[in-house]
């Protein structure tokens, strides 16, 4: 089987484990999760964290945004550009900035400061399905994978430190192994509803 073909396979499994959850518990992780990330040392020690506005699959981190805000920290969500398949994060006074629709029904913010990269302490990353290893499974478009890795090249290189990335999922998401390309980047940590997998704290 193809590469391409068993990411597909293990997509479609991964999405039809999401399916079949109800959407009060998936309201309840998403609580727990949010409960896991502000507990965690990098969230509370972050100065500048990017989330991502969930689909109807994702985990909903309204909750990290808002003890984020009200902890003074500055949060970001992306805006992305469509043809050159890049992430730009963007700084939001609320969980509830102003927000429009765009392509595969993704929502990004309508206006905001633009945040550059090498301010990013933490990203909290969307994935499809994560592994043990922190190998994640998007969507296919690149887009996370792109981003990280220029990041924590920017981050390392410019400011002398290290950003980090920490995947979200429902635990019905975790899998034994993800196939992994060359520009695949995995993450530092992957939180679920039942705790923290792969070494954040």
């Known amino acids: 089987m193809e590469l391409s073909e068993l990411k597909d396979e293990l997509r479609r499994e991964a999405r039809g484990a999401v399916a079949r959850m109800t959407g009060e518990a998936k309201a309840q992780a998403s609580d727990l999760i949010c409960a896991h990330l502000n507990a965690s040392a990098w969230v509370r020690e972050a100065s500048c964290i990017m989330l991502f506005d969930a689909l109807g699959d994702e985990p909903d ?27 730009t994060p963007v700084a939001v006074d609320t969980h509830e900035f102003p927000r429009a629709s765009f392509r595969h029904g993704v929502r990004e913010p309508t206006d905001g400061r633009e945040v550059a990269p090498e301010e990013l302490d933490l990203v909290i990353v969307p994935g499809v399905a994560f592994d043990a290893r922190g190998a994640r499974l998007g969507r296919g478009g690149g887009y996370y994978d792109r981003f990280l890795g220029e990041l924590l090249e920017k981050v390392e290189i410019r400011v002398g430190r290290r950003a980090h990335a920490v995947g979200v999922c429902f635990d019905c998401q975790r899998v034994e192994r993800v196939v992994m390309e060359a520009h695949d980047v995995c993450v530092d940590a992957v939180v679920t509803e039942k705790g923290v997998f792969h070494g954040l704290e």
């Open 61 to 87: 981190g309204t909750g990290v945004a808002t003890v984020a805000l009200r902890s003074g920290k500055t949060v970001c969500y992306p805006r992305i550009d469509w043809d050159q398949r890049a992430l």
